[in-house]
């Protein structure tokens, strides 16, 4: 049973301790909680020197002030410095941290951790230290918690676990793709037909209803099928003709914000005649002699991207022309070969797809499970 509504601070303060030298720096994320700064894909030097970091020791809290409403915090597992700008919490003797880091995360925590947020808009709210321990909770016992804590850590290892084994199968792709994509280097205008789409997402009442193949579809999926949820749209007759998919077909990003994001690539699995590729996307049809799901393969190929990449021209906005398309080469065995590896590569990615579901499922799971377990309303009573 929960105790009676406290508030943060009879729980936690607020530390303002200084960095030590010799320590790890360390960054708050949204998925990962407390990561080395140093092994973020992005550049994080610090011109600040260690005593003007702030420290943190194993069970501290730290948070992203900006961000805690939406979950930006990390619980500590060894001591490291993390940036001024973080608020950082020292747990009393009241509480496990583990627990607290479950609550927050939980559907009211995020709530109260928004209502004691301030700023004029929501990209500006901030939850400042002495508003963070103002919060009131109803938590239980340090026992109970604990208890909690057991068993949501418990589906967190599961989850990780499974993580692992994705980014295990993610990595013999990645191998498989190196050494099997291999052959003569052809012109991929010489495989394939490329065409620009511009059917946008207007809805023109006098065109055919359609269903739209936007560059988020190509973002999230290796390949296209009828059971995906595409986007409402309308199309002449003409551009559905041009522009429908196709099986053996691929559609690739031809401009974007950034020129790595350029050649996202996703093969069509299957015949979809009112399913039609949108704007920003080019569409591939492979000529005769050539398995347009060995090219969407190679093309995932990353110094077969940076072909790509090195290519896209712009300021703003980067994007390719039909000219440099023409300029890049993808290395083409004989027919055969062809499907064969993209046959072998595609059920590499099946099996991600795969533990990805199943790790989509385990975070559902636990998210009831948490739900239930930190529930004030209706609460599974733990033994003691």
């Not at 109803?138 to 599961?158: E, G, M, V």
């Not at 052959?183 to 620009?196: C, E, N």
């Not at 004030?376 to 003691?384: A, K, L, N, Q």
Request: proline share 4%.
């Amino acid at each position: 049973m929960a105790d009676a509504p406290s508030k943060l601070s009879h729980y936690f303060t607020h530390s303002k301790r200084k960095g030590r030298a010799g320590l790890p720096l360390m960054s708050v994320t949204m998925r990962d909680g407390l990561v080395r700064r140093d092994a973020l894909d992005r550049k994080t030097d610090s011109a600040l020197k260690d005593e003007e970091h702030l420290l943190i020791e194993p069970g501290d809290i730290a948070y992203n002030m900006m961000r805690m409403w939406q979950g930006a915090l990390g619980l500590a597992v060894q001591a490291a410095n993390v940036s001024p700008a973080y608020g950082v919490m020292r747990p009393k003797d009241t509480v496990d941290p583990r627990f607290a880091k479950h609550w927050f995360k939980s559907d009211r925590g995020l709530y109260m951790l928004w209502a004691y947020s301030y700023g004029l808009t929501e990209d500006r709210l901030r939850l400042y230290p002495a508003e963070f321990l103002k919060i009131p909770v109803c938590w239980p016992s340090r026992a109970q918690q604990q208890k909690i804590a057991d068993i949501l850590d418990a589906w967190d290892s599961a989850i990780s676990e499974l993580n692992r084994s994705v980014s295990l199968c993610r990595k013999r792709l990645s191998a498989a793709r190196k050494k099997l994509i291999t052959g003569d280097l052809i012109r991929l205008t010489k495989l394939a037909t490329i065409s620009f789409s511009g059917v946008d997402k207007k809805i023109d009442h006098a065109e055919r209803k359609i269903q739209l193949c936007n560059y988020t579809h190509i973002w999230r999926h290796d390949n296209l099928a009828s059971g995906l949820s595409y986007d409402a749209g309308t199309a002449g007759e003409k551009e559905v003709k041009r522009f429908s998919l196709k099986q053996g077909d691929f559609i690739f990003t031809k401009d974007s914000e950034t020129a790595e994001e350029i050649a996202e690539v996703a093969y069509v699995a299957e015949t979809m005649p009112n399913v039609v590729c949108g704007y920003h996307l080019a569409l591939a049809r492979t000529k005769p002699g050539y398995n347009g799901a060995y090219v969407a393969q190679a093309m995932r190929v990353p110094s077969i991207r940076h072909e790509f990449a090195k290519r896209a021209n712009g300021a703003i906005r980067f994007g390719l022309t039909l000219d440099t398309i023409s300029q890049i080469q993808i290395p083409v065995p004989d027919e055969a070969q062809q499907a064969r590896i993209a046959n072998y590569l595609q059920s590499l990615e099946a099996e991600i797809a795969l533990k990805q579901s199943e790790v989509h499922a385990l975070r559902q799971q636990k998210q009831a499970i948490r739900r239930k377990l930190l529930s004030t309303e209706d609460p599974i009573e733990m033994p003691e």
